[in-house]
């Protein structure tokens, strides 16, 4: 119903449990999302009584599907667009917050898992998968750049795979989660209501996991390895392009497809700033280049045109602009994320 609230804050057991609650968009993050689980995490932090954070998601589809584009678009056409900078700013400050949290902080990340799902799970002590998650960071599709720490994330991959997920969007398995290091831990999803229910008993978290995670076997990404590390390390773009053309395998042709239909403007910023987040030593600095890098976008065509084509009208077929990567200023990009 609207309105429930669209985050459940409860403490039980000396858990701090957070429901994210809109089952119906698979959980997607409103602002009022954000400030509920800052606020909550706020008290608990303090909280003698508090122990460990649960975050979960209602429903069965996923934890959380990112976050409210639709209302950052419509920031955006009503002329708020610093709304969207709010919203941004304290996203991105949860994220920090999230990484330094003093006590164990346990993400179920069942099912569909990306974007702002990302933010609020992947930054977590205790990161758990399934068979049935699936992780992205899927901005380059809708005009933006991963943001929310991705590029962090991204950068910490092995090898280029993070590169890779990053420009192409694509998409991780619960094993490729945990091998890319965006999570540490599959429990299969049919041991997850007893794992939810040893934690809210008090369990300790980290004994608790233990107890009803599986061997995640081998990661998709992995058998990947050789030929993303070899065309995805080019300096440019358009190079990598190149490399994918030139190895003419069925993947590589794919994979150059993939990118021929995402936003230039985006995948030259997220080039460079996975790059640049591999050289910085601190999660904060990285969330200051994305917060820099995500308000330039957002002063763009791009995003506005990206969402309505896959989003609001589903035609997936979005105007970008400009229109191809040969168009776009590589050194204003470089200026926003340096």
Avoid at 81 to 102: G, H, K, M, Q, S
Avoid at 242 to 259: I, K, N, P, V
Avoid at 292 to 308: A, K, M
């Amino acid at each position: 119903m609207s309105d429930e609230p669209q985050v459940l804050a409860r403490v039980e057991n000396g858990v701090g449990h957070l429901t994210l609650n809109r089952p119906r968009a698979i959980n997607a993050l409103t602002h009022r999302m954000i400030i509920s689980i800052r606020d909550a995490l706020g008290h608990w932090r303090s909280d003698a009584r508090v122990h460990s954070v649960l975050l979960d998601g209602a429903g069965d589809r996923g934890l959380c599907a990112g976050g409210d584009i639709r209302g950052l678009r419509e920031n955006v056409l009503a002329s708020r667009p610093n709304d969207t900078r709010d919203f941004w700013r304290d996203e991105y400050t949860l994220c920090a917050v999230i990484a330094n949290y003093p006590k164990p902080y346990v993400a179920l990340m069942d099912g569909v898992t990306m974007g702002g799902g990302v933010g609020v799970a992947s930054h977590g002590s205790i990161r758990v998968v399934t068979e049935r998650s699936t992780v992205a960071m899927p901005e380059t599709r809708i005009g933006l750049a991963p943001d929310i720490g991705g590029t962090w994330l991204l950068s910490r991959a092995p090898g280029e795979i993070g590169t890779y997920l990053g420009l192409n969007a694509a998409t991780m398995t619960g094993a490729d989660a945990v091998w890319c290091g965006f999570a540490d831990h599959l429990v299969p999803s049919t041991n997850l209501p007893e794992l939810r229910d040893a934690l809210l008993a008090g369990d300790d978290p980290a004994a608790a996991v233990a107890r009803f995670e599986a061997d995640p076997g081998p990661a998709p990404l992995e058998a990947n390895r050789d030929w993303v590390d070899s065309c995805y390390s080019a300096a440019t773009v358009p190079e990598v392009i190149d490399r994918l053309d030139a190895l003419g395998t069925d993947a590589a042709r794919a994979a150059s497809a993939e990118l021929a239909e995402l936003c230039p403007t985006s995948l030259v910023a997220t080039l460079a700033g996975v790059r640049r987040s591999r050289q910085r030593d601190h999660l904060r600095d990285v969330l200051d280049q994305e917060y820099r890098t995500s308000s330039w976008l957002l002063d763009r065509p791009d995003l506005v045109e990206g969402i309505r084509a896959r989003v609001v009208d589903k035609d997936n077929a979005p105007r970008w602009n400009p229109a191809t990567i040969a168009e776009v200023d590589l050194a204003e990009v470089e200026q926003v994320i340096a």
